[in-house]
Every structure is written in structure tokens, then in C-alpha cells.
């Protein structure tokens, strides 16, 4: 079998109640943290099944703690028990760590950076000199010369509290993160995704709304400074800020069916008209007032129909396909070909490249070939891993987990773990490949799908859909209750 360098999971939301990798208490919708979830110690022994003795690195692809909707100490006891399944003493899957910010734990990155500020205003820098800004993104290629924060600090303390791990280091990255290979001219790019969405720079799009001839970001730098503090308010710490965190994580059940929402917000729109005196919130009468602000609520529940997540008519939607075009022919070919003409020499408008682009944050996992032909001008295979929670009160056959391996030679394929089905049966893993027509074979997948297709019906891979099943559909039927629930 090809050897294993790389295994790459995003989207786990550990801490979170919906989430199959997050322990339930039995036969109720409370968390219990401190036991690893069925999924969990399935989806551990499938790993093992894969990776055998390579060791290779994990990288973890963005919103691994869910920092939202769960408190701090909860997401960090199910990244334990995570820690514990897949890096038990002397029985360790995995020689090295990265994790990659995304944007449910995005706070994780700026304590990294701001610590590595402090870190360069300490080690670099002496009192009366010129001290550079800091910085808000790493490089794609990490060199270790005090451009990206060596450690994430946060998942690397937590790690360390094991005796076996006391020197075990987790190294961040973010928002992109590649592998290169001179000889082959290969490249493969590790991203979250959620700059595929124009949600996520929205505080970019008020700047040119407000600022005559002011323009949208064009680099990876500009596009996360403009919009950091933003991402980390409202994806990555209103969700913890006690009883309105409470109260927000009510919203953003009830986003997942728009009719609720709609109760929710008329609801609101009431209550404002009503609260403030005969001529209302907005100094006109309450009546009119009601069906004005419950008017503009439609509007915005038909804007948060419109979240790639919530989006299940197809695995990419023709606005995500047009925000990965353009994230990836513009800030990413910047800072790739920046760096790979400095460091490699290696002009992406000159030389032979092939690339793959991993993602995640959308929730629904595939594999395929995409032209991006403006300045690539070649193909490009695309992976998205999908997620590990439930987002709908029924089940969306779109929505589903992968684990995507890259091999020694940068070849990469999808290991799918599970599509949502409304019978057990329907669920199985199977593998995936993106390729087109002229491309060279692809040994990794081969071999993956050999050790997959032969023991589809065997342990560990029959046990984990089993489990899978079952954590799927009471997480439909929590979801759908804490939706119907008044407020």
C-alpha cells in the first residue's frame, strides 16, 4: 500500500451537542464529555485500519472545537478524548499535529498570533525601535523563522497534561496551509473554506458601501484583517458570553427551518412594536410598525437560506463554486505564487503544477476535478470533507464526514465515512477520487479502495456505519425538538 503521509479531518465540532464526535448522555440530549462518543471510538479504529504503522501527520482542518455554541471546557474535554482515541501511550497513530483555524474556532488564532507577538516584542525587538504590526496570517509553506506561531498553544497544553505527550507540540497555520514537492510539481493546499462565502467578509463589503472608492480585499492578509474581528464575534465567541449564548444558540437552531425562524422573528417584531408605546419602535404605529419589521425579518430569513450549509440541492452551490473561484484565482494564486517563486522558483504563470485544494466548512463532503482556468489554466483536484454534525431536523443524503489521506508522492483521495440516510442500511464507507479525463493513475485510491471495498461488511468499517446510524438519527430528533421549542 502507497505510504500514508498525511490525514487530514475538519468540521468535527467537538463540545457541541450535535455533533456525532461529542458524547451524549443516554437517551437525553445533554453532553457527557467526559466519555468519548460511539462514533469517536469507531472512527479511531478506522484510522488505525488506514494509516497501520506510517505514522503520518494530522492536520486538522478548521473547526475542530466548537467555540460558538459550547463552552470553552467542553470543546476541550472532547478534543481530549479525541487525543485519548487516537494517541494512546506507545500506541500512537500520528507523529505530528497541524491544525488549521476555522471559523467556529478561530479564537485559537489570534491567541496564537497575538501570543507570537508578544513572543517577537520579547525575543526581537528592544525598547525605541520600530515594531512591525502584527501579523494576521501565516505562510502557506512554514519555514520556522517567526512568520506563523510555532505552536497552537490552547490544543498543545491539553495534549501535554499526558505524560507521554509532555513534549508533543500541535503547530498552526492559518487560513491556508500546503505540502510541495519540487521534484514532482506537486502541491497540495490545506484551507477551512469559509472564505468561499461572502458572509465572511461582510465587514469588507460595508467598507466599500460606506467608503466612496474603497475596494474589496485582494489579498489573504487584507481579506482576514479587515474581517478577523468580525468572524471571531460572532462564529467563535458569542456563543460562550453565559445566558445570551444561550440565547443565540436558540437562534441558530431555529436557522436550520426558516418557518421557525420566521415564528421567532415575528415573534420579535411584536414584541418591539408593542414595547415601545402607541407609536413604536420605529415612530410609527404599532400595526404598521409590526408588518414592516416582520416584511424586512422575511428578507433576512431568505439571507440565511442562503449559508452554503443550508444550501442541500447540491454539494456546492453555484454561488460557493463562484466564491471558490475567486478565492482561489485571486488571494490564494497570490500568496502560492509569492511564495513559491521566493522559496522554490516555481512561477505558477510558467511552471507545471498540479494541485489539490482541500476544504471543509460546508458540511457536505466530495471529490471531484475543477477548471480554474484564469490563471492556473490546468485542472485542479478538489476535496471537501464534510462534517460531523447534524444540521437538520430530517435527514439531507448531501450532508456526511470524510477523512481525506494524501500519500509520499501527494496523491490524494477521500475516505467517506458517512452520508446522512433515512434507513441504517443506507449508510457505508466507500472512497473517492477526483480525476479527469488524461489523468495519470491515482495508486492511493486504489489501494484504499482494495482495503475498503474488501471489508465494507467486516470491523471496524461495518461497526462504524452502525454507530453512525444511530448518532444521526437521535441527533435529528434532538435538533428537531430544541427547534419546535418555544421561546
Known sequence: MAKIKYVSLSDMHLGADNSLLTNLKQASSETDPLKASPVMVKLAECLKEVVGDSKPTLILNGDILEMALSYTNEAAMGFE????????????????????????????????????????????????????????????????????????????????????????????????YGLFNKDTKKCVVFTHGHYIEPLYTIMSKLKTLIFEGSKMPETVGEIEEENFAWIDFFWSAMGRSGDVGEDI??????????????????????????????????????????????????????????????????????????????????????????????????????????????????HKPYARDENFSKDYGRWVNVYNSGGWVVDTPRPKPIHGGAVIIVDEDLNAASLRMYNEAEEASGYRVSVENASHIGEGLNPLFDDLYRLVEKNKDKEPWRGFSAAAARAVGVRHRNLDAKIHRKV
Open 81 to 176: 478524548r479525541f487525543i485519548e482515541q487516537v494517541m494512546p501511550p506507545g500506541k500512537e497513530l500520528f507523529s505530528s499535529i497541524v491544525f488549521i483555524p476555522g471559523n467556529h474556532d478561530h479564537h485559537l488564532w489570534e491567541v496564537a498570533r497575538e501570543t507570537q507577538y508578544v513572543n517577537y516584542l520579547e525575543d526581537v525587538t528592544k525598547p525605541g525601535e520600530t515594531l512591525n504590526k502584527p501579523w494576521h496570517v501565516s505562510r502557506i509553506f512554514p519555514k520556522g523563522d517567526g512568520e506563523a506561531p510555532p505552536i497552537t498553544y490552547f490544543l498543545t497544553r491539553i495534549v501535554q497534561r499526558y505524560p507521554h505527550l509532555k513534549d508533543f507540540k500541535i503547530t498552526t497555520a492559518y487560513p491556508n
Open 249 to 362: 444558540e436558540i437562534i441558530y437552531d431555529k436557522m436550520q427551518d426558516p418557518e421557525e425562524l420566521k415564528k421567532l422573528l415575528h415573534s420579535l417584531a411584536r414584541g418591539l412594536a408593542k414595547n415601545y408605546g402607541n407609536t413604536g419602535w420605529l415612530g410609527i404605529p404599532d400595526k404598521v410598525e409590526e408588518v414592516t419589521l416582520s416584511r424586512v425579518f422575511d428578507l433576512l430569513v431568505n439571507t440565511f437560506k442562503g449559508t452554503e450549509r443550508g444550501d442541500t440541492s447540491e454539494t456546492l452551490s453555484k454561488d460557493a463554486k463562484a466564491g471558490l473561484w475567486r478565492y482561489v484565482n485571486g488571494p490564494l494564486f497570490k500568496q502560492l505564487n509569492h511564495e513559491l517563486t521566493k522559496e522554490y522558483s516555481q512561477n505558477l504563470a510558467t511552471a507545471p503544477l498540479d494541485m489539490t485544494i482541500v476544504f471543509g466548512h460546508t
